[in-house]
């Protein structure tokens, strides 16, 4: 009899120290208002970048980059999508921070506008 897939690579709950390990860095990571963040929409891939560390989040496999090494870590399918959930809740909190600066600084703008609307030079 033929193993699922999902046997093959998920028959243990748990997660081992690397695993774990990883999670918490890139959990960290996106976390950290410095982190710079990316979403590549076509590919479902996300990255950060972290003091010349670079953290990319493709399908399952966590990668951790920088000069002198690179760690390839596979993780269980439902703490990738936990992770991508999170990654995507930070840069939202991101968007809409930006977009209410953004809104504050053209009401700002409008209402020296209308301010200045029927005054005499």
């Not at 695993?19 to 929409?41: G, R, S, W």
């Not at 950060?48 to 090494?69: C, H, P, W």
Request: net charge positive; hydrophobic share 35%.
């Amino acid at each position: 009899m033929k193993e699922s897939l999902e046997s093959v690579f998920e028959h243990d709950n748990t997660l081992s120290e690397t695993q774990q390990l990883a999670i918490k860095i890139f959990d960290k990571a996106i976390h950290t208002k410095e982190t710079n963040l990316l979403i590549a929409p076509l590919s479902n891939t996300y990255y950060a970048e972290s003091n010349d560390i670079f953290i990319v989040l493709q399908g399952r496999e966590l990668t951790m980059v920088n000069g002198k090494y690179q760690y390839n870590i596979i993780v269980r399918e439902k703490d990738a999508w936990a992770l991508a959930y999170k990654f995507k809740r930070v840069v939202e909190a991101r968007r809409k921070k930006m977009e209410k600066k953004m809104l504050t600084n053209t009401n700002t703008s409008l209402q020296n506008i209308l301010d200045g609307l029927g005054k005499k030079e």
